[in-house]
């Protein structure tokens, strides 16, 4: 049974601005901008200047789960303009010391378990990536971008073929959250 009064609200933190256009919603804060079409058949989203109302015209189950979905992209596009995220990796051997190197819009991972040839991952657009000796720091104001290149690194060094409980060399996810709350 989905309850009568269905309107979930977002929050709008101070020193940010939402703009929005139908299904477009345009957040701009201290750290950037960021844009995105959030529009769905029977899903309206209004302003009132401190808070963001996501209401359906018709109450259904999966429309009330997509409400739910929107209010989260709208908190965290709110969150990144505002504090930006941070996932931080730490790197692992106990073999072969591995060596990374970031190459354009890619991260090199070299010396992985011995191999020849290096390992590489994508880096997405809003994400920026910095190696410190054995930790690689991810950040952005896009939490989807900054998780999905934590992950593109995290995958590449899968190891395959062998025991991961005898090889457990890798870059690990050690930590994630708010940049600078």
Avoid: W
Wanted: hydrophobic fraction near 40%; aromatic fraction near 6%.
């Amino acid at each position: 049974m989905v309850p009568k009064d269905s309107a979930r609200y977002a929050k709008i933190l101070e020193g940010v601005t939402v703009n929005i256009d139908g299904g477009t919603v345009k957040v701009t804060g201290p750290k950037g901008t960021l844009e995105r079409d959030l529009s769905y058949p029977n899903i309206v989203i209004s302003s009132d200047g401190t808070n963001i109302k996501v209401d359906s015209t018709l109450p259904r189950k999966k429309v009330n789960a997509m409400i739910g979905t929107t209010v989260s992209h709208i908190n965290n596009m709110i969150v990144g303009v505002k504090f930006g995220f941070e996932y931080k990796l730490k790197i692992l051997y106990a073999h072969f010391p591995i060596q990374v190197k970031i190459t354009g819009n890619r991260i090199s991972i070299g010396n992985f378990l011995g191999e020849r040839r290096p390992r590489t991952a994508p880096i997405l657009a809003d994400a920026t990536v910095e190696v410190n000796n054995d930790i690689i720091i991810v950040s952005g104001i896009n939490k989807e971008h900054v998780g999905q290149t934590a992950a593109n690194i995290e995958q590449a060094t899968k190891i395959k073929r062998l025991d991961p409980r005898v090889f457990q060399d890798g870059i690990y996810l050690v930590e994630r959250g708010v940049a600078d709350a």
